[in-house]
């Protein structure tokens, strides 16, 4: 009796902890970032306390290496698959972080005994931010988003090596709570202006953080970062970053998505792990967007009277694409006498941008269509773009900014030469024609 007592605790024991395991999140994400009209895309992992970030590279520029925030283990690994290099990165526990509202009178530190034998340069970094929650709550994809503002300032010291001029970031973003994956929510001193060529090993800078508000961020679903660079006065450079959430679906994840892959070599440095721009892909790129229909317009001028300008969304439906790439691609290739394309995040972008339409594309099938590519489901972590060819079915919406209304949903389905986003430009093209054609 005993022991019959014994194997159900013990079963009921093993049931929980499995169960625990297999309730952790997992979910699967696809966003966009839009920086002074250039797109890109990012598919992001979650699993629990870990997360992979897989970035796209941006016209010609080295593809970033892959991320992997290990919350758990409190340590950030970033990958180059290419390489087959990685480098770890332990979360900083040297920052200092001061908040205002909660600070202490200060007394006076004892003076610190120098080392003789350490020669150290350096200076200090401050950063000054404020979180404001503005109290509005909205439902988006299935969490209840907080309304977040963001005003971060960062200053070096004039002996400082790792930066030298100032940045201002302001931030309107909207933030959900994943309670499994509670990386420390601290600002890093991490800037557009810290390339790697500034970064000297013998040189080391003291970061120093003031907050003040009782904001909490969390994670971001949608973004626009406005960054000025050498500070408000004088105002020396400003962009415009911003960040959307395509897709946020509940998926099952392998948990090796969250480790060093088996036979990758540790980095000596993360500039290692950096690719080399690759100039002719540059190249092609370019040729590509030009071959049909030019540039995509640019969103902000004025639009000439006469003209149609449609607003070309970030196609969706195949994780295997470069997406936005292909928005761009689309909407020089919808350049003509009448018509203008220009890439936009949303219906709201394209609102403000002063679009006619906006036209979207769903990507419902891609599946190879060569021998080569047939064989390729056999073999595990094979390039889909081995393939020569691709049956591809699509579906494209052009939707009226006025009304809302449904002009055209042009289909598309056939088998196109080329690797997967070769296939995928010929497909567009198809569409764009109908598009076109209806709009003359």
């Not at 289909?411 to 569409?431: W, Y």
Request: glycine residues 8%; contains cysteine.
């Amino acid at each position: 009796m005993k022991k019959s007592v014994f194997y159900i605790t013990a079963c009921i024991v093993l049931v929980s902890v499995f169960s625990h395991t297999a309730d952790a999140q997992q979910y699967k994400l696809r966003q966009s970032s839009s920086i002074m009209g250039m797109n890109t895309g990012s598919t992001i992992y979650v699993k629990g306390m870990r997360k992979r970030t897989e970035s796209e590279a941006m016209m010609g520029m080295p593809k970033p290496p892959v991320t992997i925030e290990q919350c758990d283990l409190q340590r950030t690994i970033k990958i180059n698959d290419k390489k087959k290099l990685y480098f770890i990165i332990p979360f900083s526990k040297d920052a200092e972080e001061v908040i205002d509202e909660d600070a202490k009178p200060a007394t006076k530190p004892k003076p610190a005994v120098p080392d003789k034998n350490v020669s150290k340069k350096g200076g200090t970094i401050t950063m000054w931010y404020t979180i404001t929650d503005t109290g509005e709550r909205k439902k988006m994809n299935g969490f209840i988003a907080r309304h977040i503002w963001t005003y971060q300032k960062i200053k070096p010291s004039p002996d400082a090596c790792t930066m030298k001029d100032s940045i201002i970031m302001k931030t309107d973003g909207w933030y959900i709570d994943l309670p499994q994956f509670n990386c420390p929510e601290r600002y890093s001193a991490g800037t557009p202006n810290m390339n790697p060529e500034q970064r000297k090993p013998d040189c080391t800078d003291k970061f120093i953080t003031r907050r003040k508000g009782k904001g909490k961020l969390g994670f971001p679903l949608s973004e626009t970062r406005t960054i000025i660079m050498g500070g408000a006065n004088p105002k020396m450079s400003e962009m415009e970053i911003k960040l959307e959430t395509l897709e946020f679906t509940t998926t099952k994840l392998d948990s090796m998505l969250f480790e060093i892959p088996p036979g990758y070599t540790l980095a000596a440095s993360e500039e290692d792990l950096q690719d080399k721009m690759d100039m002719g892909d540059m190249m092609n790129q370019f040729k590509n967007m030009n071959k049909n229909g030019g540039q995509p317009a640019n969103g902000n001028e004025p639009k000439k009277a006469g003209i149609i300008r449609i607003g070309v969304l970030i196609p969706t439906g195949d994780a295997q694409l470069n997406v936005a790439e292909l928005q761009q691609y689309l909407a020089g290739d919808l350049n003509s006498g009448k018509t203008e394309g220009v890439p936009v995040a949303d219906a709201e972008e394209a609102k403000r941008m002063n679009c006619d339409y906006t036209l979207s594309t769903e990507f419902t099938k891609l599946k190879s269509a060569s021998k080569v590519g047939g064989l390729l489901k056999a073999i595990k972590n094979a390039d889909p773009n081995a393939a020569s060819s691709f049956n591809i079915d699509a579906n494209m919406t052009l939707v009226s900014v006025k009304d809302g209304s449904v002009k055209l949903q042009p289909t598309i389905n056939g088998k196109f030469e080329g690797k997967a986003d070769d296939a995928a430009r010929k497909a567009l093209d198809e569409g764009s024609k109908s598009v076109l054609k209806a709009l003359q």
